[in-house]
């Protein structure tokens, strides 16, 4: 059972175009969690990106590693917890999944609850609702999963040996809204469609075939058609990175980040050419997270 500890929790993206609540991949954006045994919650962030969220039990955090602990018949010990974060609030980048993530391995440790993965993975499901995002930041890599309700599976993808941009614009976009966009059913042929180039992509990716991966990735028909409206930039970075050699740009997660998927080495000059146009926004290059959690210091 830790006293202390420095954990520190990957990002992420989801649906990749069409794998749409299933697939996600974990990338390099972090956040991290400075955390010891105290006599009650407190919080405090050391990143401007986090200033307004709570400092007390009422934080996410907090809320997951209490519940988790009660899942097992627990308690869950208070902490004291200092934040740091390079992850943009509402902004398609796995933000809230991160810090599931980290509640999930907190109350792990500090309540010696010895989950397995297949338990962190359901826990995790029931408060994000898909496996995609908190697949990704509690495994690392890239996931492929399914929510059942009760329960959750999924599948640890080969990493992809690729480069990521993301172009992140000033303006959030919550997950809720982006949802109500989308319409309540679709007809059995773009069901069909959009399954099937969902498996495509997977299958392109268990090949390394990321052409072929790229051309699935802007096929979606489940939801990028219906949010394009509502994310000025992605029309227009598409555009542009594919002239610079990128296999696709689609959504991050319901946006408003745009993410391209680039060949090895062609990162930074597609990065370039983003920075150019979209003087407004952020350009991060990233990279692959394969990790997952990690507690980097610890201390029984």
């Known amino acids: ?58 934080h996410l955090i907090a809320v997951v590693a209490k519940k988790t602990a009660e899942l097992r018949g627990v308690v869950m010990p208070p902490i004291e917890a200092v934040l740091e974060s390079n992850i943009p609030l509402a902004r398609g980048l796995g933000s809230s999944a991160a810090a599931i ?97 969902s498996n495509m992509l997977v299958a392109a990716f268990m090949q390394h075939d990321y052409e072929t991966a790229g051309r699935m990735m802007e096929r979606d028909v489940f939801h990028e058609p219906f949010r394009t409206s509502l994310i000025k930039e992605l029309a227009p970075a598409r555009d542009l990175a594919r002239s610079y050699g990128a296999y696709a740009t689609v959504i991050s997660g319901a946006g408003p980040t745009v993410l391209t998927v680039a060949p090895r080495g062609k990162g930074q000059e597609i990065a370039d050419q983003l920075r150019q146009k979209f003087n407004d926004c952020d350009v991060l290059e990233l990279s692959v997270d394969c990790v997952g959690p990690e507690w980097i210091q610890s201390g029984e």
Not at 10 to 38: H, M, Q, R, W
Not at 145 to 163: C, F, N, Q, R, W
Not at 171 to 195: H, Q
């Open 101 to 197: 993530a980290a509640g999930i391995e907190i109350a792990d440790k500090f309540a010696d609850l010895q989950l397995t993965d297949a338990e962190k993975l359901n826990i995790g499901d029931q408060f994000e609702g898909h496996p995609d995002n908190i697949g990704a930041s509690l495994f690392g890599g890239m996931v492929c999963g399914v929510s059942l309700g009760e329960t959750a599976e999924m599948v640890k993808l080969p990493a992809p040996d690729i480069d990521l941009i993301a172009l992140v614009p000033p303006y959030e976009l919550k997950t809720e809204d982006a949802r109500n966009v989308l319409p309540a059913s679709f007809a059995r042929k773009d069901a069909v469609l959009g399954s099937a180039v």
């Open 1 to 58: 059972m830790k006293s202390s500890g420095l954990l520190k929790v990957p990002a992420s993206t989801a649906n990749l175009g069409p794998g749409f609540d299933s697939i996600g991949l974990a990338f390099s954006l972090y956040l991290t969690v400075e955390v010891k045994k105290a006599d009650r919650w407190v919080f405090s962030h050391r990143s401007a990106l986090l200033n307004g969220l709570p400092e007390d039990e009422q």
